[in-house]
Nanobody
Framework: QVQLVESGGGLVQPGDSLRLSCAAS????????AGWFRQVPGKERDFVAA????????YYANSVKGRFTISRDNAKKALYLQMNSLKPEDTAVYYC?????????????????WGQGTQVTVSS
């Protein structure tokens, strides 16, 4: 079992940076693939980035590739999303997720545990 709590969201201007954190509790996080997803009202929850259990493999949505970086610190049981060059279209609620597998995954139905989400708003 893994419990997840996101933090670090907020209101920023276009071009700014923001770092999201996800604190995990539970004994299995360090052997769990993990990811970030985002959702805007009325739309599906979309894949943003994923990472395998030891950080050796990472994957990104085309829309964020080159701007966002996913990372993890298993000793701290933490997952991060560094977001640079933010755009208004990045505005969404961001969710971290973990799964009962060491591998990363790109589909939301492949994840077993979810946080409550943190709002990111990019606006001038």
């Amino acid at each position: 079992q893994v419990q997840l709590v996101e933090s670090g969201g907020g209101l920023v201007q276009p071009g700014d940076s923001l770092r999201l954190s996800c604190a995990a509790s539970g004994r299995t996080f360090d052997t769990s693939g993990a990811g970030w997803f985002r959702q805007v009202p009325g739309k599906e929850r979309d894949f943003v980035a994923a990472i395998n259990w030891n950080g050796g493999n990472t994957y990104y949505a085309n829309s964020v590739k080159g701007r966002f970086t996913i990372s993890r610190d298993n000793a701290k049981k933490a997952l991060y999303l560094q977001m640079n060059s933010l755009k208004p279209e990045d505005t969404a609620v961001y969710y971290c997720a973990a799964r009962d597998s060491v591998a990363a995954a790109l589909e939301k139905n492949q994840y077993d545990y979810w946080g409550q989400g943190t709002q990111v708003t990019v606006s001038s």
